[in-house]
């Protein structure tokens, strides 16, 4: 699998850092073909996933428990997340955005159901960086992808809130598509407004498959220590 995070890191290097509506990267083909073949041959039924009150309110689930999982399976995401975890793949999305503080970086595997929804917002302050990498088998549900948001003319936020906001006073200005082997980074700020609105057209398969990480400052005070441990 190294060879295969090698070219994840090349091609996190070599992507252009786009400036509207704020910082963030977007990247086609992260992984080689082939690993995402097999990627998409590894990921868990849905009876493997945890639904517990991690994130209240929103219709999705979590990979939490690998012993449950056939062996090959078990080895494929215990070196997917050990890679994502690591120093490097943390050290390589700070430097991208410019970010001099120390961050660890930490994950889930997601299983979005019908109906998931994350209302606009920032994110936390100590989420250095942002990103997910959208795992769907093709192309046919691209618009579940996660939309960038600008506030409306007139709606005044406060800078230091990173409460989740009514949708009714936010313009969507870009999608970053939920198409396969596709990659979402930014670095959170305060105008990083983003949601997500996952409504399934009515004969499709209602999961949306994600890998959804951050490189966290682990000493910032708003750190979800409930999520990810301390």
């Known amino acids: ?116 929804e994350v209302k606009p917002h920032r994110d936390v302050f ?17 618009q579940l992808g996660t939309q960038m948001l600008v506030p409306n003319d007139g709606y005044v936020f406060d800078k230091n809130d990173t409460k989740h906001q009514d949708w009714e006073n936010f313009t969507t200005v870009k999608t970053s598509e939920y198409k396969p082997n596709s990659f979402f980074a930014f670095a959170p700020c305060e105008n990083s407004f983003h949601a997500v609105k996952v409504n399934f057209p009515e004969n499709s398969t209602k999961e949306r498959d994600t890998i959804r990480g951050f490189v966290f400052n682990k000493d910032a005070k708003d750190y979800p220590a409930y999520l990810f441990g301390k």
């Open 1 to 116: 699998m190294q060879p295969a995070f090698e070219y994840v890191i090349k091609k996190v290097n070599d992507a252009p850092i786009i400036e509207t509506p704020y910082k963030h990267i977007m990247i086609s083909d992260i992984f080689p073909d082939e690993f995402y073949d097999m990627l998409l041959e590894h990921i868990p039924s849905v009876s493997t996933y945890t639904s517990k009150p991690k994130y209240p309110g929103r219709q999705t689930m979590t990979l939490d428990d690998f012993d449950i999982l056939d062996e090959e399976k078990k080895i494929f995401w215990e070196e997917m997340y050990t890679f994502l975890r690591s120093d490097d793949f943390a050290n390589i999305l700070l430097k991208k955005f410019n970010i001099s503080k120390n961050g660890i970086s930490n994950l889930f595997l997601h299983k979005d159901l019908e109906n998931f």
């Open 126 to 142: 100590s989420k250095l960086v942002t990103y997910l990498f959208y795992l769907p088998k093709d192309s046919s549900l691209s």
